[in-house]
């Protein structure tokens, strides 16, 4: 069965300290590897996809990293506007139970305080 | 604003009775996916459809039903409500029967149903 674990399930960060959030993942031809934000009481929303080992993309404080076993989304110098939970998921091959559908980790929990 | 619409936003209601929740796609998109959200589980598929057919079934339990009208929106439908069933449900939508490559699945701002 495949499996999306993160960690930590929390982070507390000071303002410019960067530091990284480690998705860990079993599954068998990865389709695709995503992470979202969330923010309170907010649907997820979309940051990144990753594709294939050695793959790295980049938006603004965050860069996210692939190799064939996890994942890595790092903050660089973050502010306390990136406080949220950060949510990976992976996609699959098609299988008669789930399709195509996302599996998603449990999410850490990133505060940055000022 | 995401372009995926979902009302209620908050909804009370108490053990034994049935709620529905709708979600409207966004403009183009063929597919809703539902998930469920809660702090012990995180978020938790329970079903797809894909331009009005059902495409693909996880964990959702035989008191729960969906599904999808020809103008694309969605319902889903529990029963039966338990305590248990305390959660944020979410909608999301994508072109394809499949996450898009640019930006996933768009997720709608969720539903959060108490149980009492």
């Known amino acids: 069965e495949d499996q999306v674990t993160q960690s930590p399930e929390a982070l507390r960060l000071q303002e410019g300290e960067s530091s990284s959030l480690n998705c860990s993942y079993t599954v068998s031809g990865l389709r695709g590897l995503f992470w979202y934000r969330q923010d309170p009481g907010k649907g997820p929303e979309f940051l990144f996809t990753l594709y294939s080992a050695g793959e790295e993309k980049e938006k603004e404080r965050l860069k996210a990293t692939l190799t064939k076993k996890e994942s890595f989304l790092h903050i660089t110098a973050p502010k306390p506007e990136d406080s949220a939970t950060y949510l990976c998921a992976v996609q699959a091959p098609w299988n008669s139970n789930s399709g195509y559908a996302l599996n998603f980790g449990k999410g850490t929990s990133l505060l940055v305080t000022p | 604003d995401s372009g995926v619409t979902q009302t209620p936003k908050h909804l009370i209601t108490a053990t034994g009775q049935r709620v529905t929740l709708r979600c409207s796609p966004r403009?183009?998109?063929?597919?809703v996916y539902w998930y469920q959200q809660s702090l012990d589980q995180g978020l938790q598929f329970l079903i797809q459809?894909?331009?009005?057919?059902?495409?693909a079934k996880g964990n959702i339990l035989e008191r729960f039903s969906a599904q999808q009208f020809p103008d694309l929106h969605s319902e889903l439908n529990l029963s039966s409500l338990e305590l248990g069933d305390s959660a944020l449900y979410f909608c999301a939508s994508s072109v394809s029967g499949t996450a898009n490559t640019n930006y996933g699945y768009t997720f709608g701002s969720g539903t959060r149903l108490t149980v009492v």
């Open positions: 403009s183009g998109d063929l597919s």
């Open positions: 459809y894909y331009n009005g057919e059902e495409r």
